[in-house]
């Protein structure tokens, strides 16, 4: 049994709040860069050029790549030989208090969604996913949500006749639909199957899934190259103004499912696809 | 890219010269706003009353920006989605606002209300919100401070980049934009 204090894992919130705020991933910043050797129009290039200047003005003055520092949400791995000395919730909506306030994040959080509406002040509280899983280590991994996207966000229970064809209209669909409001160029996270958790779940997972990487199975992998091109061809552009560079991903992932269901989940991400991990 | 710089107040005769798709450096004093600020300040017109702010040939910026750091006038302030603005816009540019800053599609009430009226609807680049904020020079609160974020600020902006997203004609670009993009490698395929 490892023994790890709450204190511990709130530094290592603290730390991960502010990286993944400041600082965007090279990932992301090359497939922006890259997007504007691809761009023909002066206007979209120019927006591309914004961006990347933004994401360096932000990295250099440890200021927000975005206003929208979204809702606070957290992956943890617990290894099953941990044991957490002192209050893990507590410790994360913490760091989660501490570092909104003092990296001058912003808060914008409601504790009650239809009725009164109040900001709770601290951007607390934290979305916290967690598994066990073997060994003796902590994995956590931040990703905060800004709205723009996350309201572009569908999931919809398709029959399994549905098959391969009704997936890929609907996450097209989804794109083309949500047009210049979720932020583009944006990353697309899929979560095929499941339940209608599980699905919802798997596709945010995948928006943290780095620019470039692939499903380990060909079928899926060849899926999302097949689903960013042709979303690339949707014309819809960097900030919706028209362009070649519409998504940088489509990351899909896939769970078991029942005999009479086939969910699709598509959880749409702007480009300021903030993330940031470590282990303890 | 040969910019247009404008200085503001934004005229109803300078909105009508504006075409979509024009890029565009913003030089002068805007206001702020989101839902909650809108909803108050529509709430006062349903109550006859008079608003704070005048919004003659103004421009309403749709931001809540992140809390400012020692330093800086402002923390990052990119655009927030305008669609949510959309019940309320129209009655700002009957009375005379001039200009709307943001990210995303209007409805057709607020494109007929800036076609009658005369007003343009500029965007910024979501996510660039770092970089916006370098442009914005002084903020203060005009109304609203319990909103926090939310609340009315006045900004002094200086070369803000924007583009015309949709005109006083109706003109709009994110129809325009992605069709001639599609056009363009249809071309090519053929
Ligand atoms: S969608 Fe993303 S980039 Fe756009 S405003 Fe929200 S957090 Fe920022």
Do not use: W
């Not at chain 1, 570092?99 to 009725?115: H, Q, W």
């Not at chain 1, 229970?157 to 949500?178: D, L, S």
């Not at chain 1, 499912?257 to 086939?262: E, L, N």
């Not at chain 2, 330093?71 to 990052?76: D, E, L, N, P, Q």
């Amino acid at each position: 049994m490892r023994e790890i204090p709450s204190s511990v894992i709130r530094e290592a919130a603290v730390r991960l709040i502010y990286e993944a705020s400041y600082r965007i991933g090279p990932d992301i910043e090359a497939a922006i860069r890259a997007g504007i050797g691809r761009e023909r129009s002066a206007a979209a290039r120019g927006v591309l050029e914004q961006i990347a200047e933004s994401y360096e003005i932000a990295r250099a003055e440890s200021v927000a790549i975005c206003q929208d520092t979204g809702m606070a949400v957290f992956f943890f791995e617990i290894g099953q030989e941990v044991h957490i000395i002192g209050p893990f919730e507590e410790a994360v909506n913490d760091a989660v208090r501490e570092a909104y306030r003092d990296g001058y994040l912003r808060k914008s959080v409601v504790a009650e969604p239809m009725f009164e509406r109040v900001n709770t002040g601290d951007n607390t509280p934290a979305v916290i996913h967690m598994r066990l899983v073997p060994g003796d280590r902590i994995h956590i991994l931040f990703t905060p949500k800004g709205f723009g996207s996350e309201n572009m966000s569908r999931i919809r229970m398709f029959p399994p006749a549905a098959g391969v064809e009704g997936m890929k209209r609907f996450v097209i669909e989804t794109v083309a639909e949500a047009g210049p409001n979720p932020c583009p160029p944006v990353i697309v996270g899929v979560g095929v199957g499941g339940t209608f958790e599980q699905a919802a779940l798997t596709a945010k997972r995948m928006t943290a899934r780095p620019v470039g990487s692939h499903n380990a199975d060909p079928r899926y992998a060849a899926l999302e190259d097949e689903l960013l091109a042709a979303i690339n061809r949707l014309g819809v552009g960097p900030a919706g103004i028209g362009g070649a560079t519409t998504a940088l991903a489509v990351n899909i992932d896939y769970r078991p499912t029942h005999i009479a269901g086939m969910p699709v989940a598509v959880n749409m991400c702007c480009h300021c696809a903030r993330h940031a991990e470590t282990t303890l | 890219m040969n910019e247009k710089r404008i200085r503001l107040p934004l005229t109803r005769e300078t909105a009508r010269t504006l075409r979509a798709g024009e890029t565009v450096l913003l030089t002068g004093s805007i206001y702020t706003g989101r839902d909650a600020a809108h909803k108050r300040l529509i709430q006062l017109l349903d109550e006859g009353k008079p608003l704070p702010i005048d919004v003659k040939d103004q421009v309403i910026y749709y931001v809540g920006p992140a809390p400012a750091s020692p330093g800086h006038a402002v923390g990052s302030a990119g655009p927030t989605t305008s669609y949510r603005m959309d019940s309320y816009a129209p009655r700002l540019i009957e009375l005379g606002l001039t200009g709307m800053i943001g990210k995303g599609k209007r409805n057709q009430a607020v494109i007929d209300a800036m076609k009658r009226y005369g007003a343009v609807y500029f965007g910024a680049v979501g996510g660039a919100a770092a970089l916006i904020a370098r442009r914005i020079k002084k903020s203060e609160v005009v109304c609203y401070e319990d909103l926090g974020s939310e609340a009315i600020h006045r900004f002094e902006i200086e070369d803000f980049p924007a583009i015309v997203l949709i005109d006083s004609e109706g003109g709009n670009l994110y129809e325009t934009g992605p069709a001639a993009y599609r056009a363009e490698i249809e071309d090519e395929a053929q």
